[in-house]
């Protein structure tokens, strides 16, 4: 079965096994659109079949985050390989096997309990690497909309963004939830800035095929008192580059990225919120980039 998603305005055809539809793949069917002449960015095929380690790999990238999921890539001359895992210190559960230009992917699914897992690693993978050369980012950030705009909270999992996010639909009235964990950003032919949700939300189910202009990224901070600041250009780049998704060691994709990363530093506002899990730091936030 093979199904056609367009996420941010990028195209990419995801090919299942028979029989996972239609419970473990609703977060997808918001993105879901018909066969037409539009090439996708990157087709994904999946099976249960396993798969030999291609010989001559390279480590490219292996990290060990207890607690967290496991994406360890390697390369040879022709494939780019990735091996997976929920958590750190599990078994790999899906392996990952891609051509050079991220076009084509195979994903190879140990038991049926991991294919939600590995799905959406192996798509996130694949949009991230695919789109940074289009003026996209994928971020790791919780979003809310606000008077029909975005505005991106980010820090690094377990600071708060969540909760900030909670803040300001229980306490700004007309606020609700755009993405938890993976929005994508991507500049417009126009210039404008654009943030859009994906089928990739983290733990939260918020899966909406929306999106709106951005009204400012803030970078949440843990702290006893509440305070805001707007960040520089080169403090917003900062910020911004830390929570983008893609292949830096790649000369082509790290200048894509570096690209787009520069304008949104250079056009957007930025700030950094001190704050405490409470209403006050959502009115402390709301009234500095809100009112820019």
């Known amino acids: 079965m093979v199904k056609l998603y ?10 299942f096994p028979d029989g996972v539809f239609p419970d473990r793949f609703s977060n997808y069917e918001p993105f879901e659109i018909e066969f037409n002449s539009s090439s996708p960015i990157f087709n994904l095929s999946v099976s249960y ?4 380690r291609p010989d001559e790999l ?9 607690g967290e999921s496991r994406l360890d890539l390697y390369s040879n001359k022709n494939i780019w390989f990735v091996e997976m895992s929920p958590l750190s210190d599990m078994d790999t559960v899906a392996s990952l096997c891609v051509d050079k230009d991220f076009k084509n992917g ?3 699914v140990s038991a049926k309990e991991y294919i939600r897992f590995a799905v959406d690693n192996a798509a996130m993978f694949m949009f991230a690497f695919s789109t940074s050369k289009l003026d996209t980012l994928e971020m790791h950030s919780s979003v809310i909309v606000h008077d029909g705009k975005a505005y991106m909270f980010l820090a690094k ?7 900030h996010s909670r803040m300001w639909i229980q306490n700004i009235p007309d606020t609700f939830l755009l993405n938890d964990d993976n929005p994508a950003v991507r500049i417009m032919e126009d210039g404008q800035v654009m943030v859009f949700g994906t089928p990739w939300s983290g733990k939260t189910p918020c899966y909406r095929n929306m999106s709106f202009p951005l009204g400012a990224m803030v970078r949440i901070s843990r702290s ?4 805001i600041s707007r960040l520089s250009v080169l403090e917003a780049y900062a910020l911004i580059s830390s929570s983008a998704s893609g292949a830096r060691f790649i000369d082509k994709i790290a200048d894509g990225l570096h690209d787009t990363i520069s304008r949104i530093a250079i056009e957007q506002a930025s700030f950094v919120l001190n704050c405490r899990p409470d209403p006050e730091a959502a009115e402390t936030c709301y009234n500095a980039v809100c009112n820019i």
């Open 58 to 66: 390279e480590s490219v990238l292996v990290q060990r985050v207890p």
């Open 106 to 108: 195979s994903l190879y």
């Open 6 to 15: 367009c996420v941010a305005g990028h195209c990419f055809s995801i090919e």
């Open 157 to 163: 999992s377990g600071t708060g963004k969540s909760t």
């Open 224 to 227: 006893k008192s509440n305070s």
């Open 49 to 52: 079949s396993g798969i030999a």
